[in-house]
């Protein structure tokens, strides 16, 4: 089946996402700069959650024109994925309410491994429907920024517990090595477009 509605169904979810995370932001009560300072954890948060989610964003675009069709273990491949990151609103509010207490540090953690998982999957999925010698299954090669994502969040997880500003750190260490976008994929669909 084409994938023309999984994008666009994807798409949608996730700007809903980044809209249900910016609504968590509400209006300081007072004309000083200095009421702006209570907010800074749930400001932090926020960025750091909107550039994961800008991230996934934008590497699901990638991966997706990589792709020709889809399949029913694509599309529940993808519900998964949209899933966890559906819930980057909640842990993200709940990190920043409570100043990056030990317990929603931790819970971050555990959605933003489950979310590199599912995108795993999924990339996974795509690749066993379009099979080995597709663009996007030439494209992965080794996926050293894969593997090595959900290692770093295990750490920050048990981390968090200990030094909640270490975690973080972790968490923020992570979104940058993948704030580039993965050339690999573009660089691949382009030559093989050629």
């Known amino acids: 089946?084409?994938?023309?509605?999984?994008?666009?169904?994807?798409?949608?979810?996730i700007a809903i996402i980044i809209t249900i995370m910016v609504l968590e932001l509400h209006e300081p009560h007072g004309e000083?700069?200095?009421?702006?300072?209570p907010l800074a954890p749930v400001f932090v948060s926020y960025v750091l959650s909107f550039v994961y989610v800008g991230i996934y964003w934008n590497n699901h675009h990638h991966m997706l024109h990589a792709t020709t069709h889809v399949n029913g273990r694509v599309l529940w491949a993808n519900l998964h994925l949209l899933f966890w990151?559906?819930?980057?609103?909640?842990t993200t509010a709940w990190m920043g309410e409570n100043h990056f207490a030990p317990a929603p540090t931790a819970l971050y953690g555990v959605v933003l491994f489950m979310a590199a998982i599912a995108y795993t999957i999924l990339q996974q999925q795509i690749i066993a429907a379009?099979?080995?010698?597709?663009?996007?299954?030439?494209?992965?090669g080794h996926d050293w920024k894969g593997k090595l994502?959900?290692?770093l969040y295990l750490v920050a997880m048990a981390v968090a517990f200990v030094a909640t500003?270490?975690?973080?750190?972790?968490?923020?260490?992570?979104?940058?090595?993948?704030?580039v976008p993965d050339r690999r994929i573009e660089d691949r669909v382009q030559s093989f477009e050629s």
């Open 1 to 13: 089946m084409p994938k023309g509605r999984l994008e666009a169904f994807s798409d949608g979810v």
């Open 32 to 37: 000083s700069f200095a009421v702006l300072v």
């Open 85 to 90: 990151l559906s819930l980057f609103p909640f």
């Open 130 to 140: 379009e099979g080995p010698a597709s663009p996007l299954a030439r494209a992965i």
């Open 149 to 151: 994502s959900p290692v």
């Open 165 to 179: 500003w270490l975690a973080l750190a972790l968490y923020a260490a992570v979104a940058l090595m993948w704030l």
